[in-house]
């Protein structure tokens, strides 16, 4: 069944997110007919604009986004969907202007999704206004808010910015995107946990030694120095990105598939979590930013300081690492060690499910001295993989052994690969909420990492560096509960 057609409003709609992934994946929807028919995209922008030079710009967005080239057919109809509209997202009588576009225009239709690609500084006071406006009520048609990430800057932020926008919005009403979790990542680690039975009676602390997630990039921080000197590696990936993957994981299985039952579990974990106290914090987390380096194909890669628009003293962390302790029947005393990274030696989110090691009394008269834990790798992106190393007898008269994996990839060459803003744009359109994040989540989150970065923020004279382009600061090692435990970063076997 059609969903109903509906206009999409992008705040922000010249903007770096807007270029790179919101004007592709709803092109690609367009592509796939998955756009409701007379559905309408309605750019909002500052710039003296209009129409044509608008549709000429997201040609562009799109060709650049594109390996095989605009099709001028579907172009043609996807650009019957786009008009630009000018406002001033400071100035409030350019709401009513927009308020009469938007209401004098039969060709809008009456539900609209709001999409705000803007600075997170200006989310609630465009809330406002566009409630001042009339736009988010819900008369003649749904009203919908999407909101980038980061919700908030701490704990404190996240919960002012939800107070001021819930005065204007219903929750039903609300969209916080976490694009790392586009459907493709949730569902397959939910299928992967509870539709394969021979893995729940593993899936606990009498089997598992610990659990790493990690998300690394390759990329420096380009020319968002001014957002991610402010943010740092904690609050921008560890808060949102890690800790969700790490609900999927911990989580138990959710009564049905629908959103509040999926976010309801989520929840739990996050409540879960053992509080790190703010004089444990350096037991439990660890920071560093990259220095100069060099890349795998020897290009010289430069410092965090020497990238434009970082302060000279900048002591912000473009690697972050935390271990946690999710305190419940499951998991009580199985440590998750988390870590993400800037300019690391290759970009990648993957889950490395360690298991414990079995007893080897009997190979104790044998060249097997030590054997290799099973381990579990879920691959998220780029590669999407799931695979699991057993240890096997070397062929050959005497008793050695190696590591085998078994490889359950998901993916045939030729299965076209959505982009997440793709699925999450649709979402909106359905009025599935399961896969964006509902306040509590966002709130237990900040409430996790709060006293790391209140500690590091006002530890401000060191800072530990790791060269750009390697795996990371060695000394953040300290943060493994066992010797035997190391960072896992490649999803095949690992020669010791
Ligand atoms: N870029 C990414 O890859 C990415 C990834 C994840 C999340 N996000 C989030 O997405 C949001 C947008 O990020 P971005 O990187 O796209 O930022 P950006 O490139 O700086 O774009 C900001 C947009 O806001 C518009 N804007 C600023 N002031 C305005 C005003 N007074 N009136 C009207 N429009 C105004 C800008 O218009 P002009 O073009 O005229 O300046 C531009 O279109 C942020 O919340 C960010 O955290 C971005």
Not at 50 to 68: F, G, H, L, S
Not at 100 to 123: C, G, K, R, V
Not at 125 to 137: F, G, I, M, P, Q
Not at 377 to 388: D, F, S, V
Request: hydrophobic share 35%.
């Amino acid at each position: 069944m059609q969903n109903e057609a509906c206009t999409y409003v992008i705040f922000g709609a010249t903007g770096n997110l807007s270029k790179v992934k919101l004007m592709p994946a709803l092109y690609h929807l367009e592509m796939e007919n998955l756009l409701p028919k007379g559905s309408k995209i309605l750019a909002i922008g500052r710039r003296d604009w209009d129409n044509e030079k608008w549709i000429a710009e997201v040609r562009e967005m799109i060709k650049a986004k594109t390996k095989n080239g605009i099709d001028d057919a579907i172009f043609k109809r996807f650009s019957e969907r786009l008009s630009y509209f000018r406002v001033d997202i400071n100035v409030a009588n350019d709401y009513v202007k927009l308020a009469q576009e938007l209401n004098a225009n039969a060709t809008y239709p009456s539900n609209m999704a709001f999409y705000l690609a803007i600075s997170p500084e200006y989310f609630a006071d465009v809330t406002e206004r566009l409630s001042k406006a009339k736009l988010l009520e819900e008369n003649s048609g749904w009203r919908r808010l999407i909101i980038e990430k980061p919700f908030g800057y701490d704990l404190e932020s996240s919960q002012a910015l939800q107070k001021r926008i819930s005065r204007y919005l219903k929750e039903e009403q609300i969209y916080r995107i976490d694009h790392y979790l586009g459907k493709g990542t949730v569902q397959n680690v939910l299928v992967y946990r509870f539709a394969n039975t021979m893995l729940e009676p593993l899936w606990n602390r009498n089997y598992i030694d610990h659990i790493q997630i990690t998300h690394s990039e390759e990329l420096g921080i380009g020319t968002r120095a001014a957002y991610y000197d402010d943010a740092g590696a904690m609050r921008d990936m560890l808060q949102s990105h890690l800790l969700q993957l790490l609900t999927l994981v911990a989580m138990e299985p959710p009564a049905a598939m629908d959103a509040e039952s999926l976010r309801d579990e989520k929840v739990k974990v996050l409540k879960s979590i053992r509080p790190i106290p703010k004089q444990a914090v350096n037991a439990h987390a660890f920071r560093a930013q990259y220095s100069e380096g060099m890349s795998e194909d020897g290009e010289k890669l430069k410092g965090y300081l020497q990238e434009d628009g970082v302060p000279a003293d900048s002591v912000t962390e473009t690697y972050a690492a935390m271990k946690l302790y999710v305190d419940n029947w499951r998991w009580r005393d199985v440590p998750f060690y988390m870590r993400t990274g800037k300019r690391m030696a290759k970009g990648q989110s993957t889950i490395s499910i360690c298991f414990k090691e079995p007893p080897l009394q009997l190979f104790k008269n044998t060249q097997v001295q030590c054997m290799s834990p099973n381990w579990l790798l879920l691959g998220i992106q780029p590669e999407e993989c799931i695979r699991m190393e057993m240890t096997v007898k070397e062929p050959g008269l005497e008793m050695r052994t190696r590591v085998s994996s078994l490889d359950a990839s998901y993916r045939n060459e030729d299965e076209r690969h959505t982009d997440a803003y793709e699925d999450l744009l649709l979402d909106v359109i359905e009025g599935d909420r399961s896969l964006f994040l509902r306040f509590d989540e966002v709130e237990y989150a900040w409430r996790i990492v709060d006293p790391i970065i209140k500690k590091w923020a006002v530890e401000r004279d060191y800072i530990t560096t790791y060269p750009a382009g390697s795996w990371g600061p060695k000394e953040c090692g300290r943060l493994f509960e066992k010797e035997k435990q190391c960072w896992r970063s490649s999803l095949t076997p690992e020669c010791k």
